[in-house]
């Protein structure tokens, strides 16, 4: 497994993401949620657009008509080519979680943020 070093823990502060041109086209998104890092592919399954580029996003919950709530701030990434949402912390599409973007395992070492490829 390859190593990438993607920067230094304070340089990407929880809500924050950093795209870098690592694991071909459109490269790598590495989020921190919460303090915790996650990587996603740059590429929506659905069309290939800029998935890591788009809008964090809260999920968005209704168990009533006209009555909607809002959990996991910021743990849901917004596709801006056709507005498709994905889970970060799994790469699961909230709609169906057998559509998935491929994720990549993120470790700290030091004071550096480490991205392992495949
Ligand atoms: S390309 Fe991402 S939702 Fe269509």
Redesign the pocket.
């Known amino acids: 497994m390859q190593r990438h070093i993607v920067g230094k823990v304070d340089e990407l502060p929880p809500g924050e993401r950093k795209i870098i041109q690592v694991g071909g086209k459109g490269g790598i998104g590495v989020f921190n949620v919460d303090g915790t890092f996650y990587a996603l592919r740059n590429m ?8 890591c580029q ?1 809008r964090l996003r809260p999920h968005v919950i209704s168990d009533e008509t006209y009555h909607v709530d809002f959990e996991r701030e910021g743990e849901i990434i ?7 949402e994905f889970d970060i912390k799994t790469g699961a599409a909230l709609y169906d979680s057998r559509l998935r973007v491929k994720t990549y395992p993120v470790t700290i070492d030091g004071d550096e943020i480490i991205l392992h490829l495949d």
């Open positions: 929506c399954p659905h069309k290939g657009g800029p998935l788009g917004k596709c801006s080519w056709h507005q498709w």
